[in-house]
């Protein structure tokens, strides 16, 4: 970390720190870490005076129980059945906590996904017009934005679009913060913060405050927009009068950062819910328990070892203007990513396996440190909704978006409807309609639609693992012999699972062929953008299973990430 005087402030890193910390002396050693504590293996010194010198704060974290050889959750300490299994915890956690529980979705619950993918489909690099008709965050714009060729020189025209104004709110003033800012190195650290840190410094609020600021002026009347992000990108759009009135409730708030350290604690350490904590723990080796616990207290993406007491103010888009935390309890960055990459970018840093979220924080960097720099050299156009992706649509087909460089003729050669096309949302014969006719199959024959389902187990016999015979009866020989522990490890079954048939039948109940039929669409019989399940092979048919590597392909791909032992 640098900090010099006046305006100029850098909490970045480049790379792994020494993690001797003096915070109450706001003093850290400048150096980078080389010598890896060989009990946690999680932080790394320069030298033996510094391990030396910090061992009396260190042992507290290396020497946590969380990291015993020996530590069980809960449930098996105390001798009865996991809440997520009895059902015990609902009627207590739901009526107090259930905005938390069930709160937004503000990060990625599945991995980033290229939905370009120029190698499988359209190989050679020509203009395109992409639509996040249900965006959520930023990482699938930004993957697919890093993954096109380096040298790209088409017109990219993106539509961003979600019915949450917290989540366009943040996806407008991250554009602002890596397209504006003239010191993309700064402008990078503050996006990675500003994204997923509960705090950050008050001189990276001071330029958040700058990014709402520029942004303000460019809103017209009726919350129009029109702004440039550099001299080839530029941001149009409608957002509405909800985002207005969300930036003035967000900055007339009153809550500091004891309210928000009690409010993480009140969340993340509610008694109700520590089965669910625990059951993510059970799967994860001693210091990723160490490192999963250490974001769960403080919610800061940064090396396990690296000086953190200037993130001392609260980051305000992660919480309502009462100092609410926004999402459930489980919220989770490093769901959003390709674990493996993400442990690699780590070591190319000098991270350690051990710290996730170090690793976690270098990935980003490079990431949006890349993506920054093509906002400035390629030739971008974002077009910014705030709506119902079935009202932007009829609005769109209707010639009312044409002021904001959408006309009824636009026609889109990928269109990513996220999870949408579960029931729970519009469901899949809506969607199809609504969108299906905006693809420019007649100019593009790779032109796709693509979406997935978090929800379509739950209404389908014969989706889970645990509804088959053969692995019941195994899932009931390894509980007897484990005692309790393999209920954490339920829905890790579902990775070596051909569900596929079941799919089909869900797909069946909802008229799929109907609606392919009446839009004047087909299905892909080979996936050319994304595999069919997480970790499958990309070119396998519906019935192929994810395939892991090695051991550690599994581990990181099931064992720490909520999502995947679900979806895989």
Not at 128 to 145: E, P, Q
């Given at each position: ?7 100029e402030f850098d909490a970045s890193l480049s790379r792994a720190p020494c993690a001797h910390v003096v915070p109450e002396e706001a003093w850290s050693c400048p150096n ?537």
């Amino acid at each position: 970390m640098k900090v010099v005087s006046g305006s100029e402030f850098d909490a970045s890193l480049s790379r792994a720190p020494c993690a001797h910390v003096v915070p109450e002396e706001a003093w850290s050693c400048p150096n980078e870490g080389r010598m890896i504590c060989s009990n946690c293996n999680i932080v790394a010194y320069c030298s033996k005076d510094c391990q030396r010198n910090h061992w009396r704060t260190h042992k507290q974290d290396c020497k946590d129980p969380v990291r015993a050889s020996d530590w069980k959750p809960a449930w098996v300490l105390e001798m009865r059945e996991p809440s997520f299994v009895s059902g015990q915890e609902s009627s207590n956690w739901l009526s107090r906590l259930k905005p938390i529980a069930l709160g937004m979705t503000l990060w990625g619950n599945v991995p980033a996904m290229d939905i370009v993918n120029l190698t499988h489909n359209e190989i050679i690099a020509k203009d395109l017009v992409l639509a996040f008709v249900a965006s959520g965050d930023l990482r699938n714009l930004i993957l697919t934005v890093n993954r096109l060729p380096s040298d790209y020189s088409g017109q990219l025209t993106v539509v961003l679009n979600d019915y949450n104004p917290h989540i366009v709110l943040r996806n407008v003033l991250l554009l602002m913060i890596l397209g504006t800012y003239a010191d993309r190195h700064s402008a990078v650290d503050v996006a990675l913060h500003f994204w997923y840190s509960a705090f950050i410094p008050i001189q990276y609020e001071v330029l958040v405050q700058e990014a709402i600021l520029r942004f303000t002026k460019q809103l017209g009347s009726g919350g129009t927009i029109s702004c440039p992000l550099s001299s080839t990108s530029s941001m149009t759009g409608l957002i509405g009068p909800k985002i207005v009135e969300l930036i003035q409730t967000s900055y007339g708030a009153s809550y500091g950062f004891d309210d928000v350290v009690n409010e993480i604690n009140r969340v993340r350490f509610e008694p109700s819910r520590i089965d669910r904590h625990h059951r993510q723990y059970t799967r994860l080796e001693p210091s990723h328990r160490l490192a999963f616990l250490e974001f769960r207290r403080f919610g800061i993406v940064l090396p396990f070892g690296a000086r953190n007491d200037h993130f001392n103010t609260p980051n305000r888009f992660l919480f309502s203007p009462e100092g609410t935390w926004l999402q459930n309890d489980l919220a989770n960055p490093l769901n959003s990513w390709d674990p493996l990459a993400v442990v690699e970018a780590g070591k190319a840093h000098g991270a350690v396996r051990a710290d996730l979220y170090g690793c976690l924080y270098f990935y980003l960097s490079d990431l949006l440190r890349e993506f920054a720099d093509r906002l400035g050299r390629f030739r971008i156009s974002f077009r910014m909704f705030q709506s119902d992706a079935g009202e932007l649509s009829k609005a769109m087909r209707s010639g009312a978006l044409s002021h904001y460089g959408l006309p009824a003729t636009t026609r889109f050669d990928r269109i990513d409807v996220s999870n949408i096309i579960d029931i729970e949302y519009m469901g899949i014969p809506r969607v199809l309609s609504d969108w299906g006719p905006q693809l420019n199959s007649d100019a593009n024959k790779h032109a796709s639609l693509i979406g997935y389902s978090m929800n379509w187990a739950a209404h389908q016999q014969g989706a889970k693992a645990e509804q088959d015979d053969d692995i019941k009866r195994s899932i009931e020989i390894l509980s007897s012999q484990y005692a309790g522990i393999i209920s954490a490890y339920h829905h890790s079954f579902t990775a070596v699972y051909d569900n596929s048939s079941a799919f089909e039948k869900y797909l069946a109940s909802q008229d799929l062929k109907k609606v392919l039929l009446t839009s004047r669409l087909k299905r892909k019989s080979t996936h050319t953008i994304f595999p069919h399940r997480l970790c499958a092979p990309f070119d396998g048919p519906a019935s192929a299973l994810p395939v892991f590597a090695n051991d550690e392909s599994w581990y990181l791909n099931v064992c720490p990430m909520v999502h995947n032992a679900d979806t895989c």
